[in-house]
């Protein structure tokens, strides 16, 4: 034989266990509401012994904030010497300023210093080859007058 369920009223109805989730939903809610109107007082606890207080004066203020993180220049310009050699004296630093023109270093190459005294000594005998051949031109136009 079946039972008849008999539906509670009023004041029962609210405490069924089918009631229960949205009892503990309002209760959630509620709990929330508390805590968010709490801390919204503006109410804030500051130990005295560290509080400064001084008068208010107009000047330039400086904040300065540490950062991690590279420089990069916007543009970079390769140098190449028409010569190579050896570093002899740095003139001008790592990220100074400079203009067209301007001395960077001094470079040193005995290879090439040899080379021009090499150079200058063969100018020099052609220089007296060529008066030797114009002095005995010279002497044979002479010679054949």
């Given amino acids: 034989m079946d039972k008849i369920i008999v539906k509670k009223k009023g004041i029962a109805r609210a405490f069924t266990l089918k009631a229960l989730p949205y009892w503990l939903g309002s209760a959630v809610a509620i709990l929330l509401i508390v805590l968010l109107a709490r801390s919204s007082n503006g109410a804030m606890r500051i130990d005295p012994e560290t509080l400064t207080i001084a008068t208010v004066t ?36 790592e990220g ?31 220089e007296n080859l060529l008066r030797n051949t114009l002095i005995s031109m010279e002497q044979q136009k002479l010679s054949l007058e």
């Fill in 58 to 93: 107009e000047g330039e203020f400086n904040d300065y904030i540490r950062l991690n993180g590279q420089v990069q220049p916007m543009t970079t310009i390769q140098l190449s010497p028409l010569e190579g050699g050896v570093v002899q004296e740095i003139i001008v630093e």
């Fill in 96 to 126: 100074a300023h400079v203009k067209a023109g301007d001395r960077i270093l001094v470079l040193s190459n005995d290879n090439l210093d040899l080379q021009i005294l090499n150079s200058e000594a063969e100018l020099a005998e052609k």
